[in-house]
């Protein structure tokens, strides 16, 4: 390694000593030599120079020549030869030795100050100098001050200051040799501690192959290349510029790198690029004047805002040119004023616009510290227009409000006077409903007290006709007190807990008789997803499923009826529940489709000729699912059936009936057994197979005898067989004798399916399950038909004790008080199985009526019912009997809450059901009644 050594003047400390102590700078020296001091000096933003002692070489930066060019007059050759008379002639050993010389003139009209230090490498001196010159706004015939050091040590720190951040000592394959740098940053400390790496590993691919292009150029061409690379560090992209040259010595296999960082120049360069995009680019006319106001910049809005299709055309132009001369004036008295103020004014000005004539703009100025002023326009001539029209539109619709103010008077007056026909049509509704089910009660109470008589059996079917008759009408009565409470808004629908699938196979038992002398088949499927119990209004939802199933019937003449329900969970935590009711029957064409939710409409007149009804049922289904909160629609081709569909949306409640876990233990019971299903119709089939999957039992379904028997001859075991009792050209009990042959010494059991009122011999089958099928029904008979025979046996003699007709055993007289004809109907098909027959009041003041003609042992008194309700209705019937315990009353009501029943107790009724009602809790009220009756009597 040469040794390089600074001569210094010892009496003063020049910037050079301040530059020498510089630990990388010495560094770097004493590695390189004469190729590193000739980078210095190219890479140095000062004027700079370097003259050879030995070889007499004098080496310019560009800063240092870039000045002198531009000042002329062949200043750079008197510039050398002055600085070659001084340095080498009778003085030079003192100019050698000393850092300054005396000032140089080059011109009469031009002069420089030269600082400099000498140092040593090798064995050959070199003289570095800075040219300090003077200030262009000095005098021509003025030398620079100096002032001595002081002076000296600010142009000197300069110099200092443009040194290269870092360098490099690379060799000719791109590894780092050595690293100096003068930052103390964490990114120079960082590559400092990366010496023997390669450029690939330091800056990665892009950089390390510009770097290694720049070395192999360099020790190609043997002279020094420029070279610019960016990398990545801890997240930030950093830019240097970078100068190479070859290491003397070093057999062209180093190479010296002195880098710069101009991250914040290359940034602010890539800031101004999009500022003066985005200025290109906008909408609003952007443009600078100088404190002439001669545009110097402006965009392509700004020139087309005053009428020009080019830059080009307005630029170097005055501002001047853009205003008539009231403007020009208002500016320079007023507006250029308040701007020297605030550096800040906003306003509208008149100016030229896009047409060449004047136009009102907005504009915002902003004062620089150079005195440009940055101008923001925007041509506000539609605005005002707009704000005009606005105006005028606010003139009009003053005027418009006035009207409408009148029109609104008129029209409240209207909606008062049709809100008061509304009522006035409901309350004559209301009444004429009730004058004519109070008449129909007597019919049908009478009609009935006349068939517990003794009669012919012409006699009996002429007021079985009757009593259909009269509970027909009923139901249309019903149908138009409903349409009329929901027409007046004054439909009410109960929030309480509900069981879903209870409700829809209550529907279907009040219809199954109607659909069993039609043969035709019912069965429903509810989905996993289905909510066991929900809050809503029971009475209304099993409404709307007699409506659909009671409609469907009608218009089915073959084949089956199902009721498909899934349900799905909302964001809002409500369960949207869909029911789908498909039939097989006559369809509806499209065109008439839209008339079946009107109200008092069918589809055709021939249609009303041939099946009957008023065309409410639907009208009223559609508006109570809409108050359930769902809609209600149908799908439908002629002669291909339909599909009605309704959703209502309900919170999930606690589990009030049917139980999933009671399902999924008896399922668990079944889980090892295996079932054969011989079903001939492929809607029940495909229903009976979807609850075995969600149970996971082994269901196989055959639908002749023929695939039954030859599953069971191909060794097919079973535990249970579960036979249809309509199946085609063969009877459910030949059947089992011919599996029975087949398999004589099988210990399978069988179910029978039969249609409702029959019931199979207890010789032949296990079990006897009555259509429509229920599937909880359907797990409980085949749990029974698993079990031993003897264990059957017992149980059976236990069920048909226990079955024996309650009202043989208990005969009541009973009067039943509700309003609702669906309820109704659902009481009465209870009783009837019981044995009872009951007279049916539909509200308090009935209850009444029907107590004037004959006594009853029990009355079923619901709560909330029209005119008079169950509680005001039974202080009239102990005001009149005086006895608290006859007739006996059973309080019915669906607010089921903590506390009503003992509210009821508290009224005077002796008894309380919540609805819905259940068959084994009503059996059980009419049981205990029945003792008390037979002790109030005796």
């Not at 002069?111 to 050959?124: A, H, K, P, T, Y």
């Not at 209870?830 to 003041?845: E, P, R, S, V, W």
Request: proline share 4%; hydrophobic share 40%; charged share 25%.
């Amino acid at each position: 390694m040469r040794k390089v050594t600074a001569q210094a003047n010892s009496d003063s400390e020049s910037n050079f000593n301040r530059l020498h102590r510089f630990s990388h700078i010495h560094r770097l020296i004493d590695e390189c030599g004469e190729a590193c001091i000739q980078n210095l000096v190219e890479v140095l933003d000062e004027p700079i120079f370097l003259f050879s002692r030995k070889g007499g070489h004098f080496w310019k930066n560009k800063p240092l020549l870039n000045r002198l060019e531009a000042e002329g007059n062949g200043l750079l050759e008197k510039l050398e030869a002055k600085l070659r008379e001084s340095l080498f002639d009778s003085q030079w050993s003192a100019n050698w030795e000393s850092p300054r010389l005396p000032d140089v003139e080059l011109s009469a009209s031009f002069s420089c100050e030269i600082l400099g230090n000498v140092f040593q490498s090798g064995d050959e001196q070199y003289w570095l100098g800075q040219m300090v010159f003077p200030s262009r706004e000095s005098s021509s015939s003025s030398k620079p001050e100096t002032n001595g050091s002081a002076d000296s040590t600010t142009d000197f720190l300069a110099v200092a200051n443009s040194l290269p951040d870092i360098g490099y000592i690379l060799d000719q394959n791109g590894t780092l040799i050595d690293v100096f740098t003068n930052k103390g940053d964490l990114l120079h400390q960082a590559i400092l501690k990366l010496k023997g790496a390669s450029t690939e590993q330091v800056f990665g691919g892009v950089a390390a192959a510009s770097l290694q292009q720049a070395i192999d150029d360099t020790i190609r061409e043997g002279k020094p290349q420029e070279v610019d690379y960016n990398f990545e560090f801890i997240g930030s992209q950093f830019w240097f510029e970078g100068r190479t040259s070859l290491l003397e010595g070093s057999n062209n296999e180093r190479v010296l790198l002195l880098s710069r960082n101009v991250t914040d120049r290359v940034e602010e360069d890539l800031r101004m690029k999009h500022l003066l995009r985005a200025m290109e680019l906008s909408d609003d006319g952007i443009a600078i004047t100088n404190s002439e106001g001669i545009f110097t910049f402006l965009n392509e809005s700004h020139a087309k805002m005053h009428g020009f299709e080019k830059i080009a055309d307005l630029l170097a132009k005055s501002w001047n040119e853009l205003v008539p001369s009231d403007q020009k004036r208002r500016f320079d008295n007023y507006i250029l004023p308040e701007l020297h103020e605030k550096s800040r004014w906003i306003g509208d000005i008149i100016a030229r616009g896009p047409s060449g004539n004047l136009s009102p703009q907005e504009v915002s100025l902003t004062l620089m510290p150079d005195g440009d002023i940055i101008w923001i326009c925007r041509d506000v001539t539609d605005r005002l227009k707009a704000a005009e029209e606005l105006r005028f539109a606010k003139d009009e619709a003053e005027e418009l409000n006035e009207q409408l103010s009148i029109a609104i008077s008129k029209a409240n007056q209207a909606a008062l006077e049709a809100e008061l026909a509304n009522q006035a049509k409901s309350e004559f509704l209301a009444s004429m409903s009730h004058e004519i089910r109070t008449p129909m009660n007597a019919v049908i109470g009478m009609t009935s007290i006349l068939l517990d008589t003794e009669v012919t059996d012409e006699q009996r079917e002429y007021l079985r006709t009757i009593r259909t008759s009269g509970d027909s009408l009923l139901v249309l009565i019903n149908d138009i007190l409903d349409f009329s409470k929901i027409e007046s808004g004054r439909m009410d629908m109960e929030q309480n807990p509900l069981d879903v699938r209870s409700c829809v196979e209550e529907a279907i038992e009040l219809l199954v008789e109607k659909a069993g002398s039609k043969n035709l088949e019912l069965a429903y499927r509810a989905t996993p997803r289905v909510p066991y119990t929900i809050i809503g209004d029971i009475t209304r939802l099993r409404q709307v499923l007699v409506n659909l199933l009671g409609n469907a019937i009608k218009f089915t003449e073959t084949g089956e009826i199902t009721i498909n329900l899934d349900a799905e969970l909302l964001d809002t935590g409500d369960h949207k529940l869909t029911f789908n009711i498909k039939d097989t029957g006559i369809g509806i064409p499209k065109d008439k489709q839209n008339k079946l939710f009107q109200s008092f409409s069918q589809v055709d007149s021939s249609t009303t000729r041939k099946y009957g009804g008023t065309g409410l049922g639907l009208a009223i289904s559609k508006r109570l699912s809409e108050l359930m909160g769902g809609e209600m629609w149908v799908e439908s081709d002629e002669g291909q059936g339909a599909v009605f569909s309704f959703t209502l949306l309900a919170k999930e409640a606690e589990i009030i009936g049917y139980n999933p876990l009671d399902e999924q233990a008896i399922a668990q019971e079944l889980s090892d057994k295996r079932f054969l299903l011989v079903e001939d119709n492929l809607a029940i089939c495909g229903i009976l197979d979807a609850y075995f999957k969600d149970w996971k039992l082994d269901l196989v379904i055959c639908s002749t005898p023929e695939e039954a028997k030859a599953q069971i001859s191909s060794g097919g075991k079973f535990d249970l067989v579960v036979i249809d009792h309509s199946l085609p050209q063969s009877k459910a009990e030949d059947l089992v004798e011919e599996i029975k042959k087949i398999v004589p010494d099988s210990n399978t059991n069988f179910t029978l399916l039969s249609p409702f009122g029959t019931q199979g011999d207890p010789e032949i089958w296990s079990s006897s399950l009555v259509k429509p099928i229920k599937p909880h029904s359907l797990l409980r008979a085949m749990q029974r038909a698993s079990k031993p025979k003897a264990d059957r046996t017992i149980n059976r003699q236990k069920q048909e004790e226990k079955k024996a007709k309650l009202g043989e055993r208990c005969p009541l007289k009973i009067l039943m008080a509700e309003d609702n004809s669906v309820n109704q109907k659902v009481a009465s098909l209870m009783l009837k199985k019981y044995g009872y027959k009951a007279d049916i009041a539909n509200n308090g003041i009935e209850v009444l009526e029907a107590l004037d003609r004959q006594d009853y042992d029990v009355i079923l008194m619901d709560i909330q019912m029209p005119e008079m309700d169950g509680f005001e209705a039974t202080d009239a019937v102990r005001a009149r009997s005086g006895d608290p315990s006859f007739p006996w009353i059973v309080a019915l009501t669906a607010n089921a809450m903590q506390g009503d029943r003992e509210k009821a107790i508290a009224k005077g009724m002796n008894d309380y059901l919540a609805k819905p009602l259940k068959p084994e809790a009503l059996g059980k009220a009419l049981d205990d009644a029945y003792g008390q009756v037979v002790a109030t009597k005796n």
